[in-house]
């Protein structure tokens, strides 16, 4: 606190600093709102649309399998495994 009462340039900036306080909380606000928009559009349009299907496990060879594989049914049919990835939009937390 002695620093900054005998340096006016840098008891400027700290001024300047805590007066600007209000206008980033703004603007963080600002941003929130849009991230909390993409966010909701994004679990709307893309929830439940990156589950694939594995097929490494089965001894058939997995790239002919997977040539056949159309959708869930059929990945299940074949011996697959109906798979969801850690990183999804099925929700927002």
Not at 14 to 28: A, E, G, H, K, R
Not at 35 to 50: S, V
Not at 51 to 61: A, D, Q
Request: net charge negative.
């Amino acid at each position: 606190m002695r620093l900054i009462s005998r340096n006016k340039s840098l008891k400027l900036a700290i001024t300047s600093l805590i007066n600007s306080v209000p206008d980033i909380v703004n603007l963080l606000i600002i941003t929130e709102f849009f991230i909390i928009m993409w966010a909701i559009l994004c679990t709307t349009l893309l929830a439940g649309k990156f589950y694939h299907c594995t097929t490494e496990h089965l001894e058939l060879g997995g790239q002919f399998v997977e040539g056949l594989i159309d959708d869930k049914w059929d990945c299940l049919n074949y011996g697959g495994e109906w798979v969801q990835p850690d990183l999804n939009f099925d929700n927002t937390p």
